[in-house]
């Protein structure tokens, strides 16, 4: 068993021969919120989509360690890749909502599992969308193209689209980082929130924003784990002197 | 070097009035005289083509009235007793057509979702060129293999099939139309967006339910267009029908009896010896106005689709 709600043991990936993560151990405990920062191609997009293993789907990828859920690795044969997504939801960086409804966005995830019961359905979306805090701006307009929203309510019809399915643990890789000031404060509010739930890695550049909304934050350079401490020691006090050089801004 | 920096426009302009100016000056206002040639050519012609029709069938209506013409359930101008109603004709195309859409429809998006969504590159290098053959055999080779190798074919599970009819050389120009199909909607396919298909895997979405609830809706508007345009190339198809359908103009929507077209009527008259300038020759303007007013209106209609998909918020 492990610890973690989430884990990496001595993780490497390979794009063909180039290693992009080399041999990361890492653990995420239930409930908390990681960020992960790093410079440009450090691996942080490549390190997350581990957890749903969203990598499989690049030729040429070979992953070795292991990713565990639970305790369980998810690359072991015999997993459902389906299975593990539907446990952890993934945003992603620019909002990519369906060209389908706002309310068929957040029902979609239920409709592939074969959900029909239309009162489930709707308690659902309404639920999501309540969740994601964009229930009072779109619940007269369900109707409505997605593609009509705001790029910031839409990036929430996201959220809303990946809590639907009830995931544990949710990825979000630059949630914001497309978004306006407001937009991006009202996703920062809503990570705080969402960890009462919910297991949360996020990636960010934005060193403020990893400060805010983190309980752990881990650095990553040129696909290394350099420091993983909790967010107020690694911000205050960090311990590797890349760590330091990075945070204060003197590269990346 | 030099020519490329005084083509640019800050240079242009002040040696525009100096005393010289560079030779690009004179290619380029050359060459956009010559293209400006070319597009007025393709204007006139289009005009002079519509000019021809509408006189030469203004002497047809003159005998025949119009109501007549769309109402009318025979189409026998050639005969010593003449009716001239279009109905046949336009029964006989839009059921050839119809079945060429049945084999083509589905067979194209199959295909199309296949290579963009599924094949790996390997596989897709081997498929295209054979879907490009297809769509260079010569008409008339297609028309014989409905005529010769189809029809009896067919004929050993469908007894009651004429030796002429609609089935065969729908099907077969369901075949021709296929490329064109599967190439317009696999464009469409793959303009849609990666994001959307990850977004769709992620929430745990298998690939036939990505492929089919999230690309495919989301290419509609281009595969719509694709299949009205194979649609229009069926209806304005001539040779295949002209062989083997059997030039037979009768109205009925039944698949094993002989029909004919109104592209395939044409080809009869004007090779024929209808005597030119007779009624029976001006029947063919008639004809083809009829054929163009009908592309028209699928035109129209696959217009009207794409802007109210795109109003929906379709891509
Ligand atoms: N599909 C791929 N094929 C080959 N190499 C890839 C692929 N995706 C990423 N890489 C390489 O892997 C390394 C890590 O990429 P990754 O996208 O994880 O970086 P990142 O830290 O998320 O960067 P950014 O902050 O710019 O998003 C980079 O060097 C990148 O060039
Ligand atoms: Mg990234």
Redesign the pocket.
Known sequence: MSFFKVETRNVSLYYGNTAALKNISLGVPENKVVAIIGPSGCG??TYLRLFNRMNDMIDDVRVEGEVLLNGKNIYADGVRVEEVRKRVGMVF?KPNPFPKSIFENVAYGLRINGVTNKRYIEETVERALRQAALWDEVKDNLKKSALALSGGQQQRLCIARALAVEPSVVLM??PSSALDPISNAKIEELIWELKKKYTILI?THNMQQAARVSDWTAFFYLGELIEYAETKDLFTNPRNEKTQNYITGRFG | MQQRAEASPQTMQSTAFGARRPVVYYTDSLIKSVLFLCALVSVFTTIAILTVLLVQSYFFFKEVSLVEFLTARQWTPLFAEKHFGILPLLSGTLLTSLIALLVSVPLGLAVAIYLSEYARRPVRKVIKPFLEILAGIPTIVYGYFALLTLTPLLQKFIPHLAGFNALSPGIVMGIMILPLVTSLSEDALRAVPDSLREGGFALGASKLQVSLSIVFPSALSGIMASIILALSRAVGETMIVAIAAGNLPQLTFNPLEPVSTMTAFIVQVSQGDTPYGSLAYNTIFAVAIALFVLTFILNMISFRIRKTFLAAGGG
């Open positions: 942080k997009s960086q890789d630059e990636v």
